[in-house]
Protein backbone atom coordinates (compact mmCIF):
# COMPACT_ATOMS: atom_id res chain seq x y z
CA UNK A 1 0.00 0.00 0.00
CA UNK A 2 2.60 2.74 1.22
CA UNK A 3 5.14 2.16 -1.07
CA UNK A 4 3.12 3.94 -3.88
CA UNK A 5 1.55 6.90 -2.38
CA UNK A 6 4.06 9.23 -2.28
CA UNK A 7 6.75 10.26 -4.00
CA UNK A 8 10.48 9.94 -2.08
CA UNK A 9 10.65 13.48 -3.50
CA UNK A 10 7.46 14.91 -2.10
CA UNK A 11 8.41 13.41 1.20
CA UNK A 12 11.67 14.86 1.42
CA UNK A 13 9.99 18.41 0.80
CA UNK A 14 7.51 18.43 3.86
CA UNK A 15 7.61 19.83 6.86
CA UNK A 16 6.87 16.63 8.65
CA UNK A 17 9.94 14.96 7.37
CA UNK A 18 11.93 18.29 8.35
CA UNK A 19 10.65 18.02 11.89
CA UNK A 20 11.71 14.24 12.36
CA UNK A 21 15.01 14.90 10.90
CA UNK A 22 15.63 16.95 13.96
CA UNK A 23 13.93 14.71 15.91
CA UNK A 24 16.07 11.86 15.19
CA UNK A 25 18.83 13.89 14.85
CA UNK A 26 18.60 13.68 19.35
CA UNK A 27 17.66 9.41 19.18
CA UNK A 28 19.53 7.46 16.57
CA UNK A 29 23.03 7.67 16.18
CA UNK A 30 22.90 5.77 12.81
CA UNK A 31 20.50 8.64 11.41
CA UNK A 32 20.82 8.55 7.56
CA UNK A 33 18.36 9.86 4.79
CA UNK A 34 17.00 6.62 4.18
CA UNK A 35 15.92 5.97 8.07
CA UNK A 36 14.29 9.66 7.64
CA UNK A 37 12.06 8.27 4.37
CA UNK A 38 11.24 4.94 5.63
CA UNK A 39 9.79 6.45 9.23
CA UNK A 40 8.17 8.90 7.19
CA UNK A 41 7.30 5.94 4.96
CA UNK A 42 5.92 4.14 8.01
CA UNK A 43 3.81 7.12 9.32
CA UNK A 44 1.99 7.08 6.31
CA UNK A 45 0.12 3.38 6.98
CA UNK A 46 -3.25 4.93 7.76
CA UNK A 47 -5.78 2.17 9.32
CA UNK A 48 -4.19 0.11 11.84
CA UNK A 49 -4.59 -3.79 11.38
CA UNK A 50 -6.21 -5.89 14.20
CA UNK A 51 -2.72 -7.25 14.61
CA UNK A 52 -1.84 -7.21 18.25
CA UNK A 53 2.41 -7.84 19.14
CA UNK A 54 3.94 -8.50 22.02
CA UNK A 55 7.80 -6.79 22.43
CA UNK A 56 10.29 -6.45 25.33
CA UNK A 57 14.04 -7.93 26.20
CA UNK A 58 14.48 -11.80 26.82
CA UNK A 59 12.30 -12.88 29.58
CA UNK A 60 9.40 -9.93 29.78
CA UNK A 61 7.17 -12.49 29.16
CA UNK A 62 6.08 -12.07 25.76
CA UNK A 63 5.27 -15.79 25.36
CA UNK A 64 3.61 -16.19 28.44
CA UNK A 65 1.40 -13.30 27.87
CA UNK A 66 0.57 -13.50 23.77
CA UNK A 67 -0.77 -16.77 24.59
CA UNK A 68 -2.99 -16.05 27.67
CA UNK A 69 -4.28 -12.93 25.69
CA UNK A 70 -4.78 -15.52 22.39
CA UNK A 71 -7.10 -17.70 24.27
CA UNK A 72 -8.93 -15.07 26.32
CA UNK A 73 -9.42 -13.27 22.69
CA UNK A 74 -10.32 -16.77 21.30
CA UNK A 75 -13.62 -17.38 23.40
CA UNK A 76 -14.62 -13.85 22.94
CA UNK A 77 -14.13 -13.97 19.57
CA UNK A 78 -14.37 -17.83 18.26
CA UNK A 79 -12.46 -19.02 15.07
CA UNK A 80 -11.35 -15.20 14.73
CA UNK A 81 -7.82 -15.24 16.89
CA UNK A 82 -4.33 -16.86 15.31
CA UNK A 83 -1.65 -16.75 17.36
CA UNK A 84 1.62 -16.70 16.08
CA UNK A 85 5.68 -15.90 17.02
CA UNK A 86 7.92 -14.89 14.73
CA UNK A 87 10.42 -16.32 13.91
CA UNK A 88 8.24 -19.50 13.45
CA UNK A 89 4.36 -20.60 12.64
CA UNK A 90 4.24 -22.38 9.51
CA UNK A 91 6.51 -25.11 8.63
CA UNK A 92 9.23 -23.18 6.61
CA UNK A 93 9.48 -20.18 9.62
CA UNK A 94 9.65 -23.07 11.69
CA UNK A 95 12.54 -24.34 10.02
CA UNK A 96 14.36 -20.85 9.61
CA UNK A 97 14.09 -20.65 13.62
CA UNK A 98 15.72 -23.62 14.52
CA UNK A 99 18.66 -22.73 12.09
CA UNK A 100 18.63 -18.76 13.58
CA UNK A 101 17.88 -19.07 17.01
CA UNK A 102 19.14 -22.61 17.72
CA UNK A 103 22.68 -23.27 19.68
CA UNK A 104 23.80 -26.51 17.90
CA UNK A 105 26.24 -24.73 15.51
CA UNK A 106 29.99 -24.24 16.71
CA UNK A 107 29.95 -21.52 13.64
CA UNK A 108 29.08 -18.31 14.93
CA UNK A 109 26.94 -16.74 13.29
CA UNK A 110 27.68 -13.37 11.69
CA UNK A 111 24.73 -10.38 12.43
CA UNK A 112 23.80 -9.60 8.35
CA UNK A 113 23.07 -13.52 8.14
CA UNK A 114 21.05 -13.41 11.36
CA UNK A 115 19.26 -10.46 10.13
CA UNK A 116 18.71 -11.90 6.74
CA UNK A 117 17.00 -15.66 8.29
CA UNK A 118 14.72 -13.29 10.61
CA UNK A 119 13.50 -11.49 7.64
CA UNK A 120 12.76 -14.48 5.63
CA UNK A 121 10.76 -16.16 7.80
CA UNK A 122 8.92 -13.06 8.57
CA UNK A 123 8.55 -12.37 4.97
CA UNK A 124 6.83 -16.00 4.71
CA UNK A 125 4.70 -15.93 8.19
CA UNK A 126 3.22 -12.47 7.37
CA UNK A 127 2.59 -13.41 3.25
CA UNK A 128 1.54 -17.25 3.90
CA UNK A 129 -0.04 -16.89 7.38
CA UNK A 130 -0.95 -13.17 9.46
CA UNK A 131 -2.04 -11.42 5.48
CA UNK A 132 -4.66 -14.65 4.60
CA UNK A 133 -5.89 -14.16 8.28
CA UNK A 134 -6.59 -10.71 7.84
CA UNK A 135 -8.27 -10.98 4.60
CA UNK A 136 -10.49 -13.22 6.42
CA UNK A 137 -11.45 -10.72 9.14
CA UNK A 138 -9.39 -12.02 12.14
CA UNK A 139 -7.25 -10.65 14.77
CA UNK A 140 -3.67 -11.52 15.00
CA UNK A 141 -1.42 -11.89 18.35
CA UNK A 142 2.48 -12.27 17.70
CA UNK A 143 5.36 -13.35 19.54
CA UNK A 144 7.33 -10.45 18.60
CA UNK A 145 7.22 -8.56 15.28
CA UNK A 146 9.68 -6.58 13.23
CA UNK A 147 10.24 -4.17 15.84
CA UNK A 148 12.48 -7.16 17.76
CA UNK A 149 15.01 -7.27 14.85
CA UNK A 150 15.33 -3.52 14.89
CA UNK A 151 16.09 -3.62 18.52
CA UNK A 152 18.01 -7.18 18.46
CA UNK A 153 20.40 -6.69 15.72
CA UNK A 154 19.96 -2.76 14.82
CA UNK A 155 20.50 -2.52 18.56
CA UNK A 156 21.97 -5.24 20.06
CA UNK A 157 24.11 -6.07 17.50
CA UNK A 158 24.90 -2.72 16.71
CA UNK A 159 23.65 -2.97 12.92
CA UNK A 160 22.04 0.50 13.10
CA UNK A 161 18.32 1.17 12.51
CA UNK A 162 19.09 1.84 8.57
CA UNK A 163 20.88 -1.65 7.53
CA UNK A 164 18.14 -3.77 9.14
CA UNK A 165 14.94 -1.51 8.22
CA UNK A 166 16.93 -2.21 4.10
CA UNK A 167 16.78 -5.86 5.01
CA UNK A 168 13.30 -5.76 6.13
CA UNK A 169 11.68 -3.38 3.83
CA UNK A 170 10.19 -6.53 1.67
CA UNK A 171 9.65 -8.78 4.25
CA UNK A 172 7.26 -6.38 6.33
CA UNK A 173 5.95 -3.98 3.45
CA UNK A 174 2.50 -2.59 5.25
CA UNK A 175 1.33 -5.23 7.70
CA UNK A 176 2.73 -3.25 10.51
CA UNK A 177 1.81 -3.71 14.06
CA UNK A 178 -1.96 -2.13 15.18
CA UNK A 179 -1.04 -2.43 18.91
CA UNK A 180 2.81 -2.96 20.47
CA UNK A 181 2.36 -4.56 23.68
CA UNK A 182 6.14 -3.40 24.90
CA UNK A 183 6.60 -5.42 28.36
CA UNK A 184 9.01 -3.55 30.24
CA UNK A 185 11.35 -5.52 32.80
CA UNK A 186 14.90 -4.44 33.83
CA UNK A 187 16.92 -6.48 31.54
CA UNK A 188 18.28 -8.34 35.01
CA UNK A 189 15.03 -9.21 36.05
CA UNK A 190 14.32 -10.86 32.44
CA UNK A 191 17.69 -12.71 32.59
CA UNK A 192 17.35 -14.35 35.53
CA UNK A 193 13.77 -15.13 34.23
CA UNK A 194 14.95 -16.98 31.40
CA UNK A 195 17.64 -18.25 32.75
CA UNK A 196 15.92 -21.55 33.95
CA UNK A 197 14.48 -22.64 30.74
CA UNK A 198 16.02 -24.53 27.76
CA UNK A 199 17.14 -21.20 25.75
CA UNK A 200 18.05 -20.19 22.93
CA UNK A 201 21.57 -18.05 22.04
CA UNK A 202 19.98 -14.61 23.06
CA UNK A 203 19.25 -15.90 26.68
CA UNK A 204 23.44 -16.74 26.95
CA UNK A 205 24.55 -12.89 25.80
CA UNK A 206 26.23 -10.69 28.41
CA UNK A 207 24.11 -8.12 30.34
CA UNK A 208 24.70 -5.08 28.25
CA UNK A 209 23.45 -7.26 24.59
CA UNK A 210 20.23 -6.87 26.69
CA UNK A 211 20.92 -3.46 28.04
CA UNK A 212 21.43 -2.36 24.22
CA UNK A 213 18.01 -4.26 23.18
CA UNK A 214 16.33 -2.36 25.84
CA UNK A 215 17.38 1.13 24.55
CA UNK A 216 16.10 0.04 21.41
CA UNK A 217 12.67 -0.33 22.22
CA UNK A 218 13.16 2.35 24.65
CA UNK A 219 13.85 4.44 21.57
CA UNK A 220 11.29 2.73 18.99
CA UNK A 221 8.64 3.64 21.14
CA UNK A 222 9.65 7.43 21.00
CA UNK A 223 9.43 7.44 17.56
CA UNK A 224 6.80 9.70 15.71
CA UNK A 225 5.92 7.09 13.42
CA UNK A 226 5.69 4.46 16.34
CA UNK A 227 4.56 5.91 18.99
CA UNK A 228 0.24 5.87 18.43
CA UNK A 229 0.90 2.44 18.65
CA UNK A 230 2.82 1.27 21.23
CA UNK A 231 1.68 0.94 24.82
CA UNK A 232 4.59 0.29 27.73
CA UNK A 233 3.25 -2.64 30.13
CA UNK A 234 5.30 -2.83 33.52
CA UNK A 235 6.30 -6.19 33.30
CA UNK A 236 7.36 -6.55 36.90
CA UNK A 237 4.32 -7.76 38.96
CA UNK A 238 3.17 -10.95 38.53
CA UNK A 239 1.79 -13.45 35.47
CA UNK A 240 -2.22 -12.15 36.35
CA UNK A 241 -1.27 -8.72 37.23
CA UNK A 242 0.67 -8.31 33.96
CA UNK A 243 -2.63 -9.59 32.34
CA UNK A 244 -5.14 -7.40 33.47
CA UNK A 245 -3.05 -4.38 32.30
CA UNK A 246 -2.72 -6.42 28.42
CA UNK A 247 -6.55 -7.10 28.31
CA UNK A 248 -7.53 -3.66 29.49
CA UNK A 249 -5.26 -2.14 26.39
CA UNK A 250 -6.27 -4.86 24.01
CA UNK A 251 -9.97 -4.10 24.23
CA UNK A 252 -9.02 -0.34 24.05
CA UNK A 253 -7.25 -0.90 21.02
CA UNK A 254 -10.00 -3.14 19.75
CA UNK A 255 -12.79 -0.41 20.45
CA UNK A 256 -10.74 2.22 18.88
CA UNK A 257 -10.12 0.14 15.64
CA UNK A 258 -13.60 -0.12 15.92
CA UNK A 259 -13.21 -4.23 15.29
CA UNK A 260 -16.16 -6.04 15.35
N1 LIG B 1 5.23 -11.54 35.47
C1 LIG B 1 6.05 -12.60 35.67
N2 LIG B 1 6.57 -12.83 36.89
C2 LIG B 1 7.39 -13.90 37.11
N3 LIG B 1 7.76 -14.78 36.16
C3 LIG B 1 7.28 -14.60 34.93
C4 LIG B 1 6.41 -13.51 34.62
N4 LIG B 1 6.08 -13.58 33.31
C5 LIG B 1 6.72 -14.66 32.83
N5 LIG B 1 7.43 -15.28 33.79
C6 LIG B 1 8.28 -16.48 33.65
O1 LIG B 1 9.53 -16.03 33.15
C7 LIG B 1 10.01 -16.91 32.13
C8 LIG B 1 10.14 -16.14 30.83
O2 LIG B 1 8.83 -15.77 30.36
P1 LIG B 1 8.50 -15.74 28.81
O3 LIG B 1 7.05 -15.48 28.68
O4 LIG B 1 9.02 -16.98 28.15
O5 LIG B 1 9.36 -14.46 28.37
P2 LIG B 1 9.81 -14.00 26.90
O6 LIG B 1 8.96 -14.75 25.93
O7 LIG B 1 9.57 -12.54 26.90
O8 LIG B 1 11.27 -14.31 26.80
C9 LIG B 1 9.01 -18.07 32.06
O9 LIG B 1 9.50 -19.11 32.87
C10 LIG B 1 7.74 -17.47 32.65
O10 LIG B 1 6.93 -18.44 33.26
MG1 LIG C 1 9.58 -16.03 24.39
Redesign the pocket.
Known sequence: MWPNRFSLDAIADSEFYKYQQEFFRGLVQDVSDTTYIYAQLFSYTGMKLPYIVFE?V????????SKLLADFLKEKFPDRVLWTREPGSGEIPEAIRKVVQGTIYDEIMDPITETYLYAASRAQTLRKIVKPFFDMKGIVVS?RSYLSTLAFQGYGRGLGLKTVLDINKTAVDDLLPGLVLY?KVPPEV?AS??K??KGDKFESQPIEFHHRVEKGYDDLSRMPFLKDRFVIIN?N???DE?FVDVKRETLNFLKEIKYK
Open positions: GVGSGKTTQDIGRADQGSSIV
